[in-house]
């Protein structure tokens, strides 16, 4: 017997990437609803070699379903995700609105996948900002042998962490420089995308931070150790699909480059691709469609006791949002639901 699963968002960017990855990864599906906003109903969508024709959220009855995963942005979420849990079907969700709230886990497999257990006071279990997840993964092992103290990280962030709206700015935008017959003003992002970058990534706060950098200092104390501070620079690039990170990290005791090399390779869920040569690094668009956090540029950083840099890249629709909910899905199985 397999689980009854719901994807909410099931139109969107990352809804259709987690029916994509249900299906790879031969989830237990014994029946799935795909589910968006009432515009969307009957829109065709896939799952693996079927198709399944998109159910409106407002009328549908989650009694007797087992696990809804949810993409549906936090307003949507705020009304729909309590009444999922009350029916008794888990959410794993990936807004940011249940992430801070201390009866919710925040999981990101790799790291905290104990974390589990706490998912029954609300029935709901939360997935990190696209940034933050591929960021901790690869910080996770590292925190282990050489505990980590700081962490200065600037995003290289693709259009598609701002949803399908924000792939077609660019899209519009790139072709209007061709052919400026048309305009297509700033919408989704605060200015022009195509052949530019933005460092603001959601709303000022007000110590000059964006809410975006602050949820990746708040979201990695949370995951990995509260202890780890975290200052972060989020800029929005215009590249489709995969986020790029640069990050200099601080650690209490010595560790050597070549000895974080061999630890970052034996960890999961990274790939190591780091020759000193041309080209001997990974790009965003190398990581589309893969699962993995790849590393590459590691190396000391000489200027404080015990540094290291690195080059973060992965694919935000997957690890960053749709493949994290669904392993967070494959452990709530095996741990907790215990079907399949
Ligand atoms: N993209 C990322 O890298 C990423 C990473 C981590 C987390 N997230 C989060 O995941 C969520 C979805 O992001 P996305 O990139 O997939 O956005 P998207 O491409 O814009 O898709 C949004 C989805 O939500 C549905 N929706 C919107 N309003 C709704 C409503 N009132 N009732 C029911 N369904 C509604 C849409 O359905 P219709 O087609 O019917 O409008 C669509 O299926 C957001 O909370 C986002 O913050 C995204």
Not at 51 to 73: N, S, V
Not at 230 to 243: D, E, I, K, L, S
Not at 254 to 268: F, G, N, S, T, W
Request: proline share 5%.
């Amino acid at each position: 017997m397999g689980y009854r699963v719901v994807v909410a968002g099931a139109t969107g960017n990352v809804g259709r990437e987690m029916l994509n990855i249900l299906a790879e990864r031969q989830f237990p599906v014994d029946e799935i609803a795909a589910l968006a906003s009432r515009r969307s109903l009957g829109t065709e969508v896939s799952f693996g070699d079927k198709t399944l024709k998109t159910q409106d959220i407002d009328t549908f009855d989650f009694t007797g379903w087992d696990i809804a995963l949810f993409a549906i942005g936090s307003d949507a979420t705020k009304k729909y995700a309590p009444i999922s849990a009350k029916a008794g079907c888990v959410v794993i969700d990936n807004s940011s609105l249940y992430r801070y709230d201390p009866d919710v886990p925040l999981i990101v497999p790799e790291c905290n996948a104990d974390a589990i257990h706490g998912y029954s006071k609300k029935n709901i279990i939360a997935n990190p900002n696209c940034s933050t997840a591929q960021m901790v993964v690869a910080l996770k092992p590292l925190h282990d042998r050489a505990r980590i103290k700081r962490v200065v990280v600037s995003t290289y962030q693709s259009v598609s962490g701002a949803g399908k709206e924000g792939m077609d700015e660019l899209w519009d935008q790139t072709k209007a420089v061709y052919n400026p017959v048309t305009d297509v003003p700033p919408a989704k992002f605060q200015k022009q995308i195509a052949f530019n970058v933005i460092p603001q990534i959601d709303v000022f706060m007000e110590d000059g931070s964006t809410k975006e950098e602050w949820k990746m200092m708040v979201e990695t104390k949370k995951i990995l150790d509260p202890s780890i501070k975290v200052t972060a620079t989020c800029v929005r690039v215009p590249v489709f699909v995969g986020h790029s990170e640069s990050i200099n990290i601080e650690f209490e005791d010595h560790l050597d480059e070549d000895e974080a090399r061999d630890i970052l390779r034996e960890a999961p869920g990274i790939m190591v691709i780091d020759k000193r040569e041309p080209g001997g690094y990974v790009s965003p668009i190398e990581c589309v469609g893969d699962y993995a956090t790849f590393i590459s540029r590691i190396r000391q950083d000489s200027t404080i006791d015990n540094g290291l840099n690195l080059w973060c890249v992965s694919d935000n629709l997957r690890k960053g949002a749709a493949l994290n909910a669904v392993q967070i899905a494959e452990v709530l199985g095996r741990e907790v639901l215990k079907k399949g």
